[in-house]
């Protein structure tokens, strides 16, 4: 199993950034798919930006050139960095491992809200 446990939502002024952090622990981290997700007031849970084991990035396109995922397999931790948010931006983000055979792990979540 996974615990993962994410840390650095907060409160931001549009344009402003954050940085959230995601602690994984109690498996081996560098074999899972790790992803960042949020999930808005009254909306679906949806893909914010994902980095394969091997390193391979994907990102919404709502974020795109704003947002940038990493991941440090010595530490155990995935980040996400945000730029320029926007008030769209405000949500529920969620930490993700995925492991085909290991299985697929969830976060608790951190909020995030873009307010004037």
């Known amino acids: 199993q996974v615990q993962l446990v994410e840390t650095g939502g907060g409160l931001v002024q549009p344009g402003g950034s954050l940085r959230l952090s995601c602690a994984a622990s109690?498996?081996?981290?560098?074999?899972?798919?790790m992803g960042w997700y949020r999930q808005a007031i009254g909306k679906q849970r949806e893909l914010v930006a994902s980095i394969t084991r091997h390193n391979t990035i994907t990102y919404a396109d709502s974020v795109k050139g704003r947002f940038t995922i990493s991941r440090d397999n010595a530490k155990s931790m995935v980040y996400l960095s945000m730029n320029n948010l926007k008030f769209e931006d405000t949500a529920v983000y969620y930490c993700?491992?995925?492991?085909?055979?290991?299985?697929?792990?969830w976060g608790q979540g951190t909020q995030v809200t873009v307010a004037s």
């Open positions: 993700n491992a995925d492991h085909t055979l290991a299985g697929e792990y």
């Open positions: 109690g498996s081996i981290f560098n074999i899972y798919d």
